[in-house]
């Protein structure tokens, strides 16, 4: 299913799903079936090729959004539909960086307000 969405003619927002969703069940039967404790582990950055990723399951959606949805909605609707989609523009940027542009906009606010303070906090103390 990953590289049938990946690849194939039909990239639609269930193939992603369905991919990604019979791969957990498959994981989950290997865990029961195996004694022991058992997880999926996967290097920071890298994903299991074989499942649809976050990134796929995402843009999917977004793509199903915009290609689909938004032109057979009608106003406030259609509006909404926009805007999930490009809330999920912003997830994905998130993803792609990573968590760096929060480490730096806390090391930022940090050196400009002179203070320990979390994330949270110095964010508050900016003008509203």
Known sequence: MAEHYRSGPDQSVERPAIGRRTSECQVDCVNLL???????VVAPGREVAEMPSQRELIQSVRDYLRDDAMVNLKGRSQFLARVAGN??????????????????ELDRLQA???TGDDLMTLRSRLPQ
């Open 112 to 114: 400009y307000f002179g």
């Open 87 to 104: 809330s999920l523009d912003i997830v994905l940027r998130e993803l792609a960086l990573g968590g760096q542009h929060q480490v730096e």
């Open 34 to 40: 195996i004694p022991g404790a058992a997880e999926l």
